[in-house]
Nanobody
């Protein structure tokens, strides 16, 4: 089992940057694939980015590709989401999640990101 806690959200102007962090508890963090998701008001939660257990493989949604970068530091039990060139449409609550057996079964509480125009 793993517990996740996101941080780093806030208010930023369009074109700015933020880096989200997701700290995980437990000694088996390195065995999990990790993902970032987001949910805007009135919309369904959507996939943003994912990274394999060893950091070799990454994937992104088309809406953030080229602007966001996912990374992880297994020594620190932390996964990051570097968000550059932010747009007002990126405004949402961002969640990190841990993947095991092909399913995202563990979720953090979320962190709010607001991008002003």
């Amino acid at each position: 089992q793993v517990q996740l806690a996101e941080s780093g959200g806030g208010l930023v102007q369009a074109g700015g940057s933020l880096r989200l962090s997701c700290a995980a508890s437990g000694r088996t963090f390195s065995s999990y694939g990790m993902g970032w998701f987001r949910q805007a008001p009135g919309k369904e939660r959507e996939f943003v980015a994912a990274i394999s257990w060893n950091g070799v493989d990454t994937s992104y949604s088309d809406s953030v590709k080229g602007r966001f970068t996912i990374s992880r530091d297994n020594a620190k039990n932390t996964v990051y989401l570097q968000m550059d060139t932010l747009k007002p449409d990126d405004t949402a609550v961002y969640y990190c999640a841990a993947r095991s057996n092909g399913k995202y079964g563990y979720w953090g509480q979320g962190t709010q990101v607001t991008v002003s125009s």
